[in-house]
């Protein structure tokens, strides 16, 4: 795990917070809001490349409320970014970086961009075992605010390319498992084709005898 570092976004909002690396290259960021008063926990944010394995787009990332695994109800440490109603928010978004670029040739240059969200944000009254809820404006703004100056953090930190790297490891050995039925199959195809040819050839050699 890292030392605590600090950012700022573009609402003005500061938190600190620590990385470590998850199982298979996942970035997680452990985060505090940092008030007057000092720094106030507020749970984890795990940022990294898509996980489909036939993208649709490239480039993108995921975004995970709380570690761990893909069900939302077995996750820790998910983050209370939302009201007083609904403190938790729970889920995750596919973002894409590229939304953070600059274009100084549009006519009108968005000179503080920010990400897109592809999927309402969803909140929760408890971290596991509630129902989520499409969360209020509020909190979707504070959402997309973190979001956007965390997804700025990842690039710029110069060990996301190596973790980039093993989670992409982890990735192919899943399309490898899904590849190797198809390759089980096609190969008994071949085995069962080259019998009937066998068979095929012993016929004709006694016809051309």
Same mark, same amino acid.
């Given at each position: 795990?890292?030392?605590?570092?600090?950012?700022?976004?573009?609402?003005?909002? $500061?938190?600190?917070?620590?990385?470590?690396?998850?199982?298979?290259?996942?970035?997680?960021?452990?985060?505090?809001?940092?008030?007057? @008063?000092?720094?106030? %926990?507020?749970?984890?944010?795990?940022?990294?490349? *898509?996980?489909?394995?036939?993208?649709?787009?490239?480039?993108?990332?995921?975004?995970?409320?709380?570690?761990?695994?893909?069900?939302?109800?077995?996750?820790?440490?998910?983050?209370?970014?939302?009201?007083?109603?609904?403190?938790?928010?729970?889920?995750?978004?596919?973002?894409?970086?590229? *939304? &953070?670029?600059?274009?100084?040739? %549009?006519? @009108?240059? $968005?000179? *503080?961009? +920010?990400?897109?969200?592809?999927?309402?944000?969803?909140?929760?009254?408890?971290?596991?075992?509630?129902?989520?809820?499409?969360?209020?404006?509020?909190?979707?703004?504070?959402?997309?605010?973190? $979001?956007?100056? &965390? +997804?700025?953090?990842?690039?710029?930190? =110069?060990?996301?390319?190596?973790?980039?790297?093993?989670?992409? =490891?982890?990735?192919? %050995?899943?399309?490898?498992? =899904?590849?190797?039925?198809? &390759?089980?199959? %096609?190969?008994?195809?071949?085995?069962?084709?080259?019998?009937?040819?066998?068979?095929?050839?012993?016929? &004709?050699?006694?016809?051309?005898?």
């Amino acid at each position: 795990m890292s030392g605590t570092k600090s950012f700022t976004t573009q609402a003005g909002s $500061v938190y600190s917070y620590s990385v470590e690396t998850g199982e298979h290259g996942e970035t997680i960021y452990n985060l505090s809001r940092v008030f007057q @008063k000092g720094p106030l %926990a507020i749970g984890a944010v795990v940022v990294h490349p *898509d996980f489909n394995l036939d993208p649709a787009m490239p480039g993108l990332l995921n975004v995970q409320f709380g570690k761990g695994c893909d069900d939302r109800h077995e996750r820790t440490d998910v983050p209370m970014l939302g009201t007083e109603h609904a403190p938790f928010v729970v889920g995750h978004q596919l973002v894409n970086p590229a *939304d &953070l670029e600059v274009d100084p040739e %549009a006519e @009108k240059p $968005v000179t *503080d961009p +920010v990400l897109n969200f592809t999927r309402s944000v969803r909140g929760a009254v408890t971290a596991t075992g509630s129902h989520s809820f499409r969360a209020e404006t509020e909190t979707f703004e504070r959402v997309r605010d973190l $979001v956007t100056a &965390l +997804v700025k953090v990842y690039r710029a930190d =110069k060990t996301t390319a190596k973790r980039e790297t093993q989670y992409a =490891k982890y990735l192919n %050995a899943q399309r490898a498992e =899904k590849i190797q039925p198809e &390759l089980d199959a %096609a190969n008994a195809k071949i085995s069962t084709l080259e019998i009937v040819r066998a068979e095929l050839l012993e016929k &004709l050699a006694k016809y051309t005898a």
